[in-house]
């Protein structure tokens, strides 16, 4: 298993948040993946506009999954609606 970060936008609004991020730890859970750490980094404004809003909730997974599992994850997070946007990456390593 590998580690990456996960980076989610969820709508501010609160049932929307809590509908979404249910649905991605639905999908995290059934790819096999395992959730170290969650950070909650708050509300931000968006530098643009996308899907007419200007502001997004923003929470940080740090994960342990294997690579084929990510493009799995990839797939579904499309389908999630209340799911803005999100970014999978591999932290760097320290030396």
Same mark, same amino acid.
């Given at each position: 298993? #590998? @580690?990456?970060?996960?980076? %989610? ?6 049932? @929307?948040? &809590?509908?979404?991020?249910?649905? !991605? !730890?639905?999908? *995290?859970?059934? %790819?096999?993946? @395992? ?7 708050? $509300?931000?404004?968006? %530098?643009?506009?996308?899907?007419? =809003? =200007?502001?997004?909730?923003?929470? !940080?997974?740090?994960?342990? %999954?294997?690579? @084929? +599992?990510?493009?799995?994850? $990839?797939? +579904? ?5 209340? *799911? ?8 760097? #390593? =320290? &030396?």
């Amino acid at each position: 298993m #590998r @580690q990456y970060e996960l980076v %989610a936008v969820f709508p501010i609004e609160e049932d @929307q948040h &809590k509908a979404g991020r249910e649905k !991605l !730890l639905a999908d *995290l859970s059934a %790819a096999s993946v @395992q959730v170290e750490k969650t950070d909650e980094m708050g $509300d931000r404004d968006f %530098a643009y506009e996308i899907d007419k =809003r =200007r502001r997004g909730k923003y929470v !940080l997974f740090t994960i342990n %999954a294997e690579p @084929q +599992a990510v493009t799995t994850l $990839d797939k +579904a997070f499309k389908l999630n609606a209340n *799911l803005i946007r999100y970014l999978i990456v591999t932290p760097e #390593r =320290r &030396k």
